[in-house]
Every structure is written in C-alpha cells, then in structure tokens.
C-alpha cells in the first residue's frame, strides 16, 4: 500500500465552524488559539495538513473533482447544459465563502508562529505553508471578482462593525502583487521536495501558473470590461516571473511520461518523473468518482466538434490545411458499433487517448468492458482518459470502475507539461522566445503526441479567430489539446486571453455540436449538417461575465463590499 497520511489526518478541536467568510465569524472558531498550541510541532503539522483538502483533483467519494467535471467551456458539452456559473446574484455562493475561509485559517498559522516557541527555520517553514495557502486561495478569489478585500490577520472583534472588516474591496493588482510575494516567501523557506507534502517545487509550480495568468490578463485585460486598461509593464513583470519559476522546475530533474495519459490513470503517481505535486488516494479507504462518471450509465459531458477539430493531423497542419483524409464520419464496425479508428489514426495521438474509439449515443450505447454499463454522451465522444483496468485483478477491478466513490487513481495537481505550456507562452508573449526555448518545451509534448516540431513561423490557420500572431495560435492549440478536460483550464485561459466570448453558443456553434453521423441508420439524435446537436439551449455572452457578481448577503453584512459592474 502506498504510504501518505495528509488525507487520512483530521483537526478535530481544529475545525473552525461557522466561518464562512471573513464577516460570517459566529458562532466563533472552535479550536484552543494559544501559544502553546502553536508551539506543539504534531499540532500545528496536523493543522498544515488540513489544507490538503483545497486540492480536490479527482474529488472524493460522491463529489465531483477539477478533471472533466469543470465543463463550462466549448471543449465539452453537459447533457444538462452549462450556463455561465452565475446568471443572478446570489445570496451566498461558495466562490466566494470557501476561500475567505481558508484565508482565515492561513491567517491563524501565520500570526499564531508569530508567538511560537518553535525554532526560527521551523517557524519559517510553516509560516511559508501559511502563506502559500494564502496565496492560492487570494488567486482563486481574484480571478473570479476581480477586487477583494485583503486580510494578513484574522478578525477576531465580534463587533460586525469592527473596522478590519468594513473595509472597501483592495484593488485586484494590490492584491496579486500580495500573492507574488506569499510566493517567493513560500519559495525561499520550503525544501524536501515530496509529491504529496508542500515543497519548493510545488510552491514555484503554482507560481508558474499564477504569474501566466496574471502576466496575460494584464496584457489583455480592457478598461470596459474588466475596470483596469491593459498594462504592459506589469504583463511583463510576471510573465518574466513565470518564465524564471518555470525555468527552476525544468531545471529540477523532471521528465515527462512516455505516454500522454499515464498521469491521469495511475494508481501510484509517486514514481512518476512528471507528477510535481498530486493528490493521494487509496484503495478501500478514500475513492474518488471520476472514473466511474466516465464509463457509467450517465449520460457524459461529451467533446465538443470545436475540441475535436481543434487537434492537428499528424502532418502537424490543422483541419483547414492538412493535405490528409479530413473525413470525420463515423462508419460502422463489425461489433455493430460506429467507430472514429480512421480519423483518429491520422489525428494527434492525445485525441485518441482523451476519447473513445466508436461513438456512444442515444440508440448506440457502448461498454468498454463487458461488465460495465453501455456509455451514452450528447455528442457522441466519450472521455476515456481517467479510466483505467489497473484497479485490482481481473475479477475485481470493474468494481473500482463503476461504482460511486470507488476509483483510487491518483490525481496530478501540478506536473512538468504544464510547466512547458506555461514557459513557451510567457516567452512567446515576452518576444524573447527562440527556437530552443520551444524545442526544450512545447517540441517534447509535440513528439509525445505524435507531432512534428513546432516552429517560430507557423503557417497560417484560417480558424485563428483569437486575433494573435500564428505562433500564439498553435501555443495556445498546444496548451488546449494537452489540457482538455483538465483543472477548469480551458474557462480561466479564455479569461485571462480576453476571449470569454467564444463561450457564446449562438456566435460559435462548434462549440455545441458533436461528431459526424452523417452515416448513422436510423439516428434518433437530431443533428445538424450531420453532426450531432450536443445541446440545443443556448448560451449569451456579456461583458459582466468576466466577474463573477458578489453575494448579496456580502454587500448587505458590509456595504463597502460594492457590487461588481453588470450586475
């Protein structure tokens, strides 16, 4: 058995209760907040470890995870159709309650070794978990609201007019600027790099990430719809920071997998050379659904015809240039099932990991074992990549497979083919990158995926509708193709690039269909022009939906609080 205790430690007595949010504070925190308590080593380590749960990966038991869940983008399509995350203000929302909590909980670790009688590096050492918590959470709450208020304390007056939470909203570059320097503090006093235990390898992934995000919604960000014009100095800033943290962990002994999938389906992501930082999960003892969403009896969140025709033929030219067969119809097979093996044979080799090889549909369901339930999506794709036959022997394994809770694969939360995504773009949005920065990242996900390299001068794609030179466009295929289904990766880059419109089902139909059964008998799916209406509701872009709107309840506990444009 796999050796971790992050997931199976509680805090008992540490538990805060009632703390919904940084106003919310009765009834008040149930856990003895005294020196002494953050002077016991075992005591504050276990309070560290609760932190493990803000990185859900797969979820656990009947709750859904980051991986193909996260499907409000135009790469998957939800039978039950996804709406913008918010077309009202809501009353409470959990975006907002589950962060400010967490922060709050930061914010205890980090004063309380302020008084602490620990030794000064182990003082150091938790204060950069503190930290980092902080950091991550702050981001999630910037990225979704734009300005929030910033705490490096926790309110402890239960006076609701105590002044440390009255405050008016900081400014969202305030506060990133705050989160950078969590960051490099969590950087410069974390070590023992562990997949599973905060490290400075995980610390300086999340940096990578961050400073992309902010180093691009900086650079495309407008004054009209997101209340700050682009800056390019501070676009630069942090895409040089991305550049320089991404640079640390390639530089770290990491290496990719042989195989584009084996990160998703392992039950043992510690040995793996490209898992950086992961969540555990263990047989019998905590599952996760994942795995059983993807090969059950529900009707999935199927591709989408604008993924699937986002992938490059092996040729390495997109659909509209591609001298090789560009036909897309499904023909039926000698089991009675309608297959796609011809148009994946000559496609990217991650498409043919992330989807089945036949269609799965109303009238054609499809099993990929003869013990498990027929599959059905709306678009006819089904997503394969999560699945796995490596959960127990070959009498017991389906059981892991399709039943709630059970799956026990581990969930990467920050691996190296990110990291190359994140390094490649930042170059590229710098103007500094070369040909060597690419074949030293983005080319080695290109040869994994059966690809030729990539170059800086691209011919041009038609598609591009992004409005961004040839090279950009293929990064940005590069980052979609690897990631799809993946952490709500899709949703946040179409943010930060300035394009949430190409969420608009009615501007971009693509988006809504599904694969070709033009050659279907007797098809009891409506299609369009032959392929397959995902989801005949639609889906209206507004500029408001750059921000989520904030609660209600916020604004009326604290009128400062003002509401965000739009709403």
Sequence with gaps: MKKSVLYLLTVGALVLTGCNDLLDKEPRDKFINTPAFWSNQNQVENYCNSFYGSYSGYGQSGTYGEFYFTSLSDDQVNPNFDNWDFVTVPGTATAWSSPFTEIRRANYLITGMEGSSLTDDQKAYYTAIGRLHRAFNYFKLVRAYGDVQWFDQVPLNADPNDELVQGARTDRDEVMDNVLAD?????????????????????????????????????????????KAADSGRATRYLNECVAASEALMNAGYTLSANYGDIYNSTNLKTNSEVIFMRNYEKDVLGHSTVDYTTGSTAQRGLSKDAFDAFLFTDGKPLATTSLDKSDVATLDANGHYSIEAPLA?????????????????????????SLAEMTSPTGYTIAKYDTDKMGDASTQNYYRNQIGTAYTDAPIYWLAVVYLNYAEAKAELGSISQSDLDNSINKLQARAGLPDLTLSPAADPANNMGVSSLLWELRRARRCELMTDKGYRYWDLVRWHKLDLLDTNAHPNIALGANMSAVANCEVDLKDGYAIGNA????????????????????????TTQNPGW
């Design 346 to 370: 000559v496609r990217d080799k991650r498409l043919g990991v992330l989807i089945d090889h036949v269609l799965a549909f109303k009238g054609y369901g499809y099993a990929r074992h003869s």
């Design 183 to 227: 960051l490099d503090f969590a950087i410069a006093n974390l070590s023992n790099p562990n997949k599973v235990v905060w490290s400075k390898d995980m610390a300086l992934a999340m940096k990578s990430d961050i400073c992309l995000y902010e180093g691009t919604y900086c650079k495309y960000r407008t004054a009209a719809d997101n209340g």
């Design 537 to 560: 509701a639609t889906r209206t872009f507004s500029s408001k939906y750059y921000f989520y709107p904030v609660p209600s309840q916020q604004i009326s506990l604290n009128p400062n």
